[in-house]
């Protein structure tokens, strides 16, 4: 098990940036594809962005892509992930999540392909 702690959120206007930040503990973090997830007040959890194991492989979804860059520094043991022209709409939790499952360029964006989070950090845009 990986021990996960997500950090950088906080409250932005509308078309601003954030970087956020996820520390990871405990294992081998180059061995875990990370991703990370969302979820709003009344929604499910939904995909993000996600940075394979190895081949350094990205996937995003289509509501951020352009707009949002994930990164991981294996060195710092650390996934980011760059929010720019943040929306109101991007306002939610974000989480972050490791697997050890898939091949060396898997990218999950399903939430039950993931067995490790982070308890989550708030991101909140304001209009």
């Known amino acids: 098990q990986v021990q996960l702690v997500e950090s950088g959120g906080g409250l932005v206007q509308a078309g601003g940036s954030l970087r956020l930040s996820c520390a990871a503990s405990?294992?081998?973090?180059?061995?875990?594809?990370m991703g990370w997830f969302r979820q709003a007040p009344g929604k499910e959890r939904e995909f993000v962005a996600a940075f394979s194991r190895g081949g350094r492989r990205t996937d995003y979804a289509d509501s951020v892509k352009g707009r949002f860059t994930i990164s991981r520094d294996n060195a710092k043991n650390t996934v980011y992930l760059q929010m720019s022209s943040l929306k109101p709409e991007d306002t939610a939790v974000y989480r972050c999540?490791?697997?050890?499952?898939?091949?060396?360029?898997?990218?999950?964006?399903?939430?039950?392909?993931?067995?490790?989070w982070g308890q989550g950090t708030q991101v909140t845009v304001s209009s």
């Open positions: 999540a490791a697997a050890l499952s898939g091949g060396r360029t898997w990218t999950g964006t399903s939430p039950d392909e993931y067995a490790d």
């Open positions: 405990g294992r081998t973090f180059s061995n875990y594809a």
